[in-house]
């Protein structure tokens, strides 16, 4: 065994623990059952999920055995959240996300060997439970005044929505998670943002009330940007795991545009890099911010790792390729469709002037100012420069009869679309 703590705490990944003393002992002398868990309020995973997934994967790596809850029960009601009561989505689309949300976490560990990882449902033992059965074995173990204290539970009543007795109790079913799987495999440590230590606290006391043992828990901090604001937000909200609801492009794009001032505790948290690599990749941000080696190895990693290096690649040559250093006309349609999502766009067809076309994108102020772009050798269809003010946009043009990229300059590009 490794002394894996340590290297957590490297990576910027120990918020809180419950007595780390005893933690590492056991880290360090022998093989720890865990487990993290997610909910299923939403089809698919962020990224903010995958600094749990991989934190989970850096305890196997080091010969721990984890286990992956996603919670059929749990998803039914959701925790309290700051903006208000979350709404209730039935159970036959909640079965649905756990299936989804399961498949996304499969791929980053290792489902075979000594410590293989499990996967389990909390909806395998709460479903069968009557509400005598909960309030007398579970709820008896719970007092009022810690469950109100909770941080989000005292903002929650101070506000003028309140909190409902749905989401109230969400603490003392994730508690009991915890205790059912300490009786069922043995786990000793629970992983957990730290937005969740009341939830987790929660849990390892009720092992100790009921079982009279020391249960272990261990939050990562909140990732947030230098600045101190929110991270894991792009211009069209989450970024998500799942490739229809935030394309391998734009996925790729978003590592790839972060600041140089956080980039390197990006690659910390989010890669599987080295000391040497990531000090090696600090030393070039300090020295050749320009180059943005650090952004480009944090995209193609973090990108690799959700979508695989097939995807990787292909964003890489779409992205190349969108600003004239290779072949619109070689990528596939939907990486073509996901370099173009977020520019702007104009409803086009073949036959229409490429200077109205311009214009109506927004690239270029007026028609004048396209057909001097056109004059100056400064127009762009597919890379291909506009020859003439009259130039019309031929149905070759529109690349799987969908999409032209038009482009003014090297850099300011838009997408003429079929409707």
């Not at 600090?282 to 995807?311: C, N």
């Amino acid at each position: 065994m490794t002394d894996v703590l340590d290297e957590l705490h490297w990576r910027g990944l120990v918020a809180q623990t419950t007595d780390e003393a005893a933690l590492r002992t056991a880290l360090s002398t022998g093989q720890v059952a865990y487990y993290v868990g997610f909910d299923p309020t939403a089809p698919s995973l962020h990224i903010g999920n995958l600094v749990q997934i991989l934190t989970a994967r850096r305890l196997q790596d080091a010969g721990h055995k984890p286990y992956l809850l996603v919670g059929g029960a749990t998803g039914l009601i959701g925790d309290p959240r700051d903006s208000g009561e979350r709404t209730l989505n039935s159970p036959d689309v909640v079965a649905g996300w756990v299936d989804r949300i399961r498949s996304q976490i499969e791929p980053f560990l290792d489902f075979g060997g000594e410590n293989r990882a499990t996967m389990v449902n909390n909806l395998d033992w709460t479903a069968p439970m009557s509400a005598i059965e909960f309030l007398r074995d579970i709820g008896k173990h719970f007092r009022m005044g810690t469950m109100l204290s909770k941080e989000i539970v005292a903002r929650r009543l101070n506000s003028e929505e309140g909190i409902s007795y749905t989401e109230f109790s969400y603490q003392v079913l994730q508690g009991m998670d915890y205790r059912e799987l300490y009786e069922r495999h043995g786990i000793t440590l629970q992983l957990g943002g730290n937005d969740q230590w009341g939830n987790l606290l929660a849990g390892v006391e009720l092992i100790r009330k009921a079982e009279g043992v020391a249960a272990h828990a261990l939050t990562t901090p909140l990732i947030t940007k230098a600045d101190g604001t929110k991270f894991g937000k792009s211009e069209g909200g989450s970024v998500w795991l799942d490739p229809e609801m935030t394309s391998p492009y734009a996925f790729y794009q978003f590592w790839l545009n972060q600041a140089d001032a956080d980039v390197v505790n990006y690659l910390k948290v989010f890669t599987f890099r080295g000391r040497e690599d990531i000090e090696a990749l600090e030393k070039e941000v300090a020295e050749r911010p320009f180059a943005r080696e650090a952004q480009k190895a944090l995209a193609s990693d973090v990108t690799t790792l959700v979508h695989g290096a097939a995807a990787t690649e292909a964003v890489i040559t779409a992205s190349q390729a969108l600003f004239g250093r290779g072949e619109l006309t070689g990528l596939d349609e939907r990486t073509l469709a996901g370099a173009v999502s977020e520019l702007p766009r104009v409803t086009a067809k073949a036959g229409d002037l490429v200077v109205d076309l311009l214009a109506g994108s927004g690239i270029v102020a007026s028609k004048g100012e396209a057909r001097r772009a056109v004059k100056e050798g400064g127009a762009y269809v597919n890379n291909v420069k506009v020859a003439a003010e009259d130039q019309a946009l031929a149905a070759g043009d529109l690349l799987h009869g969908r999409f032209a990229v038009l482009r003014r300059g090297k850099k300011t590009l838009a997408v003429a679309a079929a409707e």
